[in-house]
């Protein structure tokens, strides 16, 4: 679902963000990218959704190159960043309205999925309210459903659970569950270690722009705490 070559992306001055990074995320996987800050995950992130370009290697979203077709790899994926940049001036209803007509989902299902969702995440009363209004919790749930709208075969997400309550935090760790039942991917970063070793079948650590292990999830901890491992293997030159 992603495939991620000898990725390689360098900033002004030199500084390689990102050296040399090669991951596979399958169908079916929930794949966690961790790292200090300034690892290089949200670099890899934003080279995966189009947002930055890279310098070497090759990135490829359900078979299509993201520099070749990255319209048609934007039309089956779907990214959720940190802090979500929503268009403030618009109501919820709205937005979820102009997201669908950009992945031109018809009027009928849109309705039902907007629905489905909205209830589930305790937004329907809410749906004709300005985004402006709303809290960063609230805006990280319309981001959500925004995603989930034209059903993407990967989901790409930066600390997707930053802002959520216990209760909307347990909701989407179930969607995204779900949507890799049904055959879709999500690769997501995150520094609440406890989520990725609970939630995530495949794991990858990422230190100053290297990957130092990657790999099943169970292989890799044996009988160990991420927690642990990742601070032995990061707080180590």
């Known amino acids: 679902m992603l ?39 949200t670099t890899t992130i934003k080279c995966v959704t189009g947002l930055y370009d890279f310098d070497e290697g ?4 359900d078979g299509k190159s993201v520099k070749e077709d990255p319209m048609a790899c934007k039309m089956v994926s779907a990214y959720i960043p940190d802090n979500p ?5 618009l109501t919820c209803m709205q937005y979820l309205n102009f997201i669908a007509d950009i992945y031109r989902i018809p009027k009928e299902p849109r309705a039902e999925k907007i629905k489905y969702y909205a209830d589930i995440l ?12 709303f809290s960063h919790g609230m805006k990280q749930k ?33 969607l995204l569950a779900d949507m890799c039942q049904k055959g879709g991917a999500v690769f997501f970063s995150s520094h609440v270690l ?21 790999g099943l999830t169970e292989d890799i901890l ?12 990061t707080d180590n030159e």
Do not use: M, T, W
């Open 3 to 41: 495939q991620i070559k000898n990725l390689v992306k360098s900033f002004p001055g030199g500084v390689r963000a990102v050296d040399n990074v090669s991951l596979h995320v399958a169908p079916g996987d929930i794949y966690g990218f961790i790292g200090h800050n300034g690892a290089g995950k």
């Open 58 to 61: 090759e990135i490829y979203v």
């Open 85 to 89: 940049d929503l268009y403030d001036h």
């Open 122 to 133: 305790e937004l329907s009363s809410r749906l004709g309210e300005p985004i402006g209004a």
């Open 142 to 174: 319309v981001a959500i459903i925004a995603a989930l709208l034209h059903e993407p075969k990967l989901l790409v997400l930066d600390e997707p659970f930053v802002g959520l309550d216990p209760k909307a935090a347990h909701i989407v760790k179930q």
């Open 194 to 214: 406890e989520v990725v070793e609970k939630l995530c079948n495949k794991i990858a650590i990422i230190k100053k722009g290297k990957i130092i292990v990657s």
């Open 222 to 233: 044996k009988d160990e705490s991420l927690e642990d491992l990742f601070l032995e293997l």
